[in-house]
């Protein structure tokens, strides 16, 4: 599904001459229903490397491959409907839309394609996940009267109410308190049994990124399996 | 959910910022649709003022000083097929019973009911039904005459002699009629009270009499000067139907000639109403019978041979041959006598006879001449055909029983008639001494008027009927001043084409369009930015970033239509403020609200088109982001980037060049004073202006750039910040310097009219009143004659100059006129007279032309009907809309077409309004346009008002009306600085929502760095030092943009502050003022919003980071 072959990324610095690089030869797939996670201190390019695989941003060198489709070869447009179709984003920050209703924050994404936002399952859909995370009563309520942990509930649900083939969450808990943090992990970890989602969590948190599956460490730029202690 | 819901929740929750942006396009709308309705509106009232002042008149034929046959109207609505009104209208002067209220400048108008049936709306109370006599007047004049229907007024009307009046043998008295009738009805505006052929606003002021009254009272019995055409129900008739209907129909009495059988002599006689025939129609008149003796009769002084002499006699001058007294060979040197005068000065065949005659010149001069002749023959007194009716109705002369009741127009000395010349006077009235060759007569005697006095037709050779029909057959009715002029086109075409106010509107309230416009930018760019995050969020979701722009655009364009639509209400608000000022300016018209739905729509349409693209520009660069540095708030929070610094020397690099610009462009352009120099200096202001704002832009970058260097002060630490936003730190200074740049540059424009006033070189002209009369002053009121003749005491006029000027009534070509004036008053000056005294100073001359000779520019030779003219400034480019060298069409007074070329343009001056042509070019082209009606007074100081009241009091009778030229100048001026001051008012509004502007960035500055603040906070700074350190930094973009703008200023006004009536030292006072007020608005704004984003627990903010 996903495949990542040599991926670099190289920033400019002003007075260094060659840049600072962040990600050097990153090559790993990932299969559909897969998930791991992603550790690394802090500014070791994790969030790059989510936001490359995103369609975000784009690599300096190597490839990568959703559905043995280039991301390279796509232009913005393409890649915006990528974004939208087949991947969902989890940010540490939910960047709920203040002005709409919990259920309107979870069918924005819906709004690209016009078909699928005026279809009643849609809207369906929306009800019923936002039930299946505890939000049934919270419909209606605006992003600023939910706590934070409702709030990235809120992000996961419209991260996959176009029932994308990748979630990707940079650092979904790293506002929380621990009990919200367990909660979001617990999502996370049902919605990619219960919808087949591949999830690629960053984090620095090792109990989240434990319990999602296989763990990656992004140490000076290279990814590699992180041995169990 | 939908995208539109998302839209409007969007526009519920950001409703604050909404509500600035919907404000700054509400203003915006206003005062641009506002701008366009007052363009409308005076349009429109200009449009309304013609079907008021015409009625259903499509066309007008105007011969002024000459006379027709009131039934031509009759003949001509019967050949037409179209209502036609016969007028005889006068000039005169109206006061009330007890003389306390006056007005000098009135038109006496002798209509009938089918005059009011033109004009007067339907459903109108018809006062002119059984009107036999009284006057009516209309509304404005009644008002300044605070009369009423049953009041008595004293009425004085010129009175059209029988010949001009500057002719020749016409006695200069009995100038005028006077009667005291009562007011009979007050015309309303839909009773067609006002009634007019010109092309102006401002309503005139009429007195209205019954036709035939007016007739009688003044000779002019069956007499008319105007006839109105309607165009019937298809309104089509054109002026050339119409002059061929007047062709057709025309008789010969309509050209003031008459045909009459002299029984005794046996000969058909052709005369004029007007005494001398006009050179146009003598010539086919003699060609019109065989044996036709053109004759030429004149009164002269002396008749002289050998010393012995006899005065005061007529000579004829004939035809030679045929039935003529003058023999074919008779050469133009010979002369023949009766016997009667060889008998009394003992003359005999091939005697010299030495002629003594008058010639009147300009102003009534009377000038002798003497021609010698040699005895051809002595004619017996009973030779047929030398008889009194020789002499023509000369009035003064003709009807006076003995000589020394004699009034001829030319001093008569009565001790030298003796006897015998009574005698001769009771025998042989006016029967001719003399005979002369008509040639001789006419090098003698013609005149503008005419060569010949009296046409004979043998009879038996031709009938009256013949030569009546052969002459209107060759003669073309316009050469005797008979045809039609389009006058509602002419009137609809001033209106169209009278310079759009809502452009003029426009440029006023430019600066603060464009403030509304950066306002509306601004705001809008602040709500979206602090909305990057979700726009990012919106693009990282699969938004694509057209998408994005697009849902903001709309959410903005909605902001904007509600905006526009209490924009547009707005406007209607501003639109009467607007319309009052211009009537203020433009005493005594009327401007009527007029709001056309497309203009509001435009307007509102437009304003949020120029909002949108606001709001479009700043989008653009806000959604080109990603959505990685929008998510991550790295667009608020980013500093300089590397490469800037070399990018700020770009902004040095156009300033160099800009300024290199200004330098050059004023000596480009050379040292002469002329308006290209102050259009040179004021783009060379505007480059100074682009220079400095590109420096400052660049310095911004270059401070920006300069991070490396610590920066150890608070001061340095708000400049350094100022660098942090430098789009909205230019847009501040360059909003600030713009406005001050427009507002104090425009602002030195304004004219101090009194200053200097006294100078020669000055509006003035040196002149320190100004006279207007209703009828023609005869007489050189500078000579000692001229002031006996018009009862003027010599003491008093001691010392007092007066420039007489002649004057062809047309439109007002001044800045009191919305209309664009067609064809201008003219008048009539010598370039000599204005030339040795330097009055008036020239803004520009044509090519090659000095300016201290200007004035002979009006003899020069243009071409073939082409006459030199000289207007004000302000007549020539904004009431006409017309340049140096540009051509106006004008009519003579005998149909023939000539153009006014413009050679000249003075300085703003009292002569605003008119055109000045050569007075000899004048009197050849209007010659019935008798005397002199505008004075220009040039008298001392200390015994101005004694002056003027001592003018005023014994030229009453010609109503002559006498004013300050200062006051005169300063009212020309007022408009111009009214429009100056409009324009400073609204330029200050602009500035005001420049500082409000400014305000909002400090804001909106501290509110992004209310965490940096805090931050600072918690290092130790307390309040106060925080508060100095964003004052330096935004006082400091303050007082860049002040400075920009006010270097630039003083450079674009550099010209304008040298000339004379410039902004005095109150008006750099004002000035300096204006400029602290901005500066001082300025600092109130920084310090509400300082204290606004710096109120509230700062450490808060650290904390929640």
Known sequence: ?229 | MTLWRLIKRSLGFYWRTNLGVLLAVAVSTAVLTGALVVGDSVRHSLMKMVDARLGATQLALVSQNRFFQADLADELSDELKTPAAPVLQLRGLIANSDDTALANKVEVIGVDERFFEIGAQPGVEPFWRDWREGVVLNEPLAERLRVGPGDEVKLRIEKPGLMPREVPLTPDSDLSFFSRPIVRAVARESQFGRFSLQANQVAPLNVFVPIRWLQENLDQTGQANVILLTGGKTGELTADRANTAVRKRWRLADSGLEIRELTDQGVLEMRSRRIFIDRVLSGPAIKAGDGAVGILTYFVNELCVAGKTTPYSTVAAMTPGGKSLVPAEMQDNEILITQWLADDLGAKVGDTLELTYSVVGPMRKLEDRKNGFEVRAILDMNTPGLDRELMPEFPGLADVNNCRDWEPGIAVDLDKIQDEDEAYWDGYRGTPKAIVTLEAGRRMWANRYGDATAVRYPKGGVSAETVAAKLLGEIDPATVGLFFQPVRQRGTKAGGESAYFGWLFLGLSFFLIVAAVVLTGLLFVFGVEGRSEQVGMLLALGFSPGLVRRLLLVEGGLVALFGSIAGTAAALLYTKIMILVLSAVTTGSTTYFHAKPLTLIAGAFSAVVISLFAIWLTLRRQVSRTARELLAGVAQRQFVAAGLLSRGRVGLVVAALATAGALILPLLVGSEKSGAMAGAFFGAGALLLTAAIAFTGSLLKIIAGSWKRPMLSLAGLGLRNSTRRRGRSLAVVALLACGVFLVVAVGAFRHDPLEHAEKRDSGTGGFTLFGESAIGILHDLNSDEGRRKMLLDPNMLDGVEIVQLRVRDGDDASCFNLNRAQTPRLLGVRSAEMLSRGSFSFAATKVGAEAETAWDMLNDCEGEDIIPAVGDNATITWALGKSLGDDIEYSGEKGRKFKVRLVGMLENSILQGSLLIAEEQFVKRFPSEDGYRMLLIDAPQEKVDAVAAHLSERLTDFGLAVSSAKQRLAAFSQVENTYVSIFQILGGLGLVLGSIGLGLVVLRNMLERRNELAMLRAVGFNKAALKRMVFYEHSGLMLAGLACGVIAALTAVAPALKAPGAASHGGYLSLALTVAAIALSGVLWIWIATTAALSGKMLDALRSE
């Open chain 1, 1 to 229: 599904m996903l495949e990542l072959v040599d991926v670099a990324k190289n920033y400019e610095s002003p007075g260094a001459k060659e840049g600072l690089c962040v990600l050097k030869d990153i090559t790993f797939k990932l299969e559909e229903g897969e998930s791991i996670a992603v550790v690394g201190p802090s500014g070791s390019g994790k969030s790059t490397l989510l936001n490359i695989i995103g369609g975000l941003d784009r690599p300096s060198a190597g490839r990568v491959l959703f559905e043995d489709r280039d991301l390279a070869e796509m232009d913005d447009a393409e890649l915006a409907h990528l974004r939208n179709q087949d991947i969902g984003f989890v940010f540490q920050l939910h960047h709920l839309l203040a002005q709409c209703t919990v259920l309107e924050n979870v069918l924005v994404p819906t709004l690209v394609d016009k078909d699928r936002a005026s279809k009643k399952d849609v809207y369906q859909r929306a009800v019923d996940m936002l039930g299946r995370v505890g939000l049934s009563e919270h419909l209606l309520h605006r992003p600023g009267e939910l706590s934070g942990g409702q709030r990235q509930r809120v992000a996961v649900v419209r991260a996959l109410i176009n029932r994308p083939g990748l979630l990707l969450a940079d650092e979904p808990t790293g506002s929380l308190d621990e009990d919200s943090s367990q909660n979001i992990a617990d999502l996370l970890v049902e919605l990619n049994r219960s919808e087949q989602v591949a999830l690629i969590v960053v984090t620095h948190s090792l109990s989240l990124a434990e319990r999602i599956g296989p763990v990656l460490e992004l140490r000076e730029g290279m990814l590699t399996e992180r041995s169990r202690a």
